[in-house]
């Protein structure tokens, strides 16, 4: 086991306030989030420039690095506003910039001298001659391409040096596309998919059309329900984390800046327990997370599980989901706002009950079951039920919550 390298670095997804919140409160050790131009993700509310500075105190205030995405390949018309981008993030605080387009890697270098530089997936980093490149014009940090199997991160690491940080995704989507960088929105939709406004096409399903039978679709497999052929599987690398370790990875990367608060807080609490107790194990080589950490990660809304790349090459093992959407096995009932005097006070996010037995989720615990009993509301008269969305309420509890933590339900999905 290598262990000359620390323990490596939790990176989570920070769409907008909330869920940087979520990321923080749950272990994240750094967040990479986006402001309103210049980012690869533009479905997320993203930060404007007083947002950021807030984001910043709030997650310095915990010991949380934020990394900002300027990882789009700009256009001409772009560069004229870059280096009043980049005064005005670095006024806000932040630690590093993820950057994919060399001309702006040049640009972070004039304006931003003392901030790091963090190679973005988008630049499709597959070998050490590379990875040394960017080295050499002032990264700190590569995100090597998704496509990379362990052996291939090893050599890199190997053949890097060492103040060399190497960063690689252990969970959420995939893109079918080579690290992400695709033409089939632009061309179907008309939204450009390197410039932060990804369709995904590639989640859509698809039929054979013959020319002269227009409106005759058939399923390119023996599918009723025909083919999603470009669907990925979502990664999930939570039972791998010494062979992570063992390449000489240096932060883990969740994806999903997208996606909710409560996927951030269950994604990062699962990894962080993860390696709190591969830290605690000595970094054993033989070391497998509790079950129960495990099992968190299909309490989220996920498609079907697959480890990417990291085993398999493409030709073995295309790691194709073959339906659409996500599995949906629990939902968020309610999030904690305070314990007090023996009664438990949250805000609903979907409708539960009196008398409904509701899992909790707390940061670096294993969940635990409660029963709702004398179920009110904010006025403190007593309801049957909690139907009415971010609804105040409150019900007996035995046991003191941490606010935060998240009260969830097992759906029929």
């Not at 000359?4 to 907008?16: C, R, T, V």
């Not at 992570?244 to 883990?252: C, K, N, Q, R, Y």
């Amino acid at each position: 086991m290598n262990n000359m390298i620390k323990k490596p670095e939790i990176l989570s997804p920070a769409g907008d306030f909330e869920r940087l919140q979520g990321a923080v409160n749950f272990g994240a050790d750094a967040v990479y989030l986006g402001a309103t131009s210049f980012g690869m993700r533009s479905a997320p509310a993203n930060f404007n420039y007083d947002e950021l500075k807030k984001a910043c105190v709030f997650a310095h205030s915990k010991n949380v690095k934020v990394y900002l995405t300027c990882n789009t390949v700009p256009r001409n018309f772009e560069i004229d506003v870059l280096p009043e981008f980049i005064e005005k993030t670095v006024d806000a605080g932040i630690d590093a910039y993820i950057v994919t387009d060399i001309g702006v890697l040049q640009y972070i270098k004039k304006y931003a001298p003392n901030v790091e530089i963090h190679i973005s997936t988008q630049a499709g980093i597959t070998n050490y001659a590379a990875a040394n490149a960017f080295y050499e014009l002032g990264a700190k940090r590569v995100v090597l391409a998704r496509e990379l199997s362990l052996e291939d991160i090893a050599e890199i690491r190997a053949k890097t040096p060492d103040n060399l940080d190497i960063e690689c995704f252990v969970h959420g989507a995939m893109c079918v596309s080579f690290s992400g960088r695709c033409l089939l929105s632009n061309y179907m939709t008309g939204r450009d998919s390197n410039r932060g406004d990804c369709a995904q096409p590639c989640r859509w399903k698809y039929a054979l059309c013959e020319e002269t039978r227009p409106g005759q679709y058939f399923t390119v497999e023996d599918d009723s329900t025909g083919t999603y052929i470009i669907n990925s599987k979502d990664m999930c690398m939570i039972e791998h984390i010494p062979e992570l370790f063992e390449a000489g990875i240096s932060s883990f990367k969740i994806e999903g800046r997208a996606k909710s608060a409560y996927y951030t807080s269950a994604v990062t609490n699962a990894y962080k327990c993860a390696l709190d107790e591969f830290e605690n194990s000595g970094y054993s080589n033989n070391f497998k997370p509790s079950q129960w950490i495990v099992d968190e990660l299909k309490k989220i809304s996920y498609r079907d599980y697959c480890t990417g790349f990291y085993f398999d090459n493409p030709q073995n093992e295309a790691n194709i989901s073959f339906k659409g959407g996500y599995n949906r096995e629990w939902t968020v009932a309610a999030i904690v706002e305070k314990y007090e005097n023996g009664r438990l006070y949250a805000s609903q996010r979907n409708r539960f009950f009196e008398n409904d037995v509701i899992e909790v989720m707390e940061k670096g615990v294993e969940p635990f079951e409660i029963k709702v009993t004398d179920l009110r509301n904010e006025d403190g008269e007593h309801i049957d039920s909690a139907p009415h969305p971010t609804m105040k309420l409150s019900f007996s509890c035995e046991k003191p919550i941490d606010a935060g933590a998240y009260l969830r339900i097992k759906t029929n999905e």
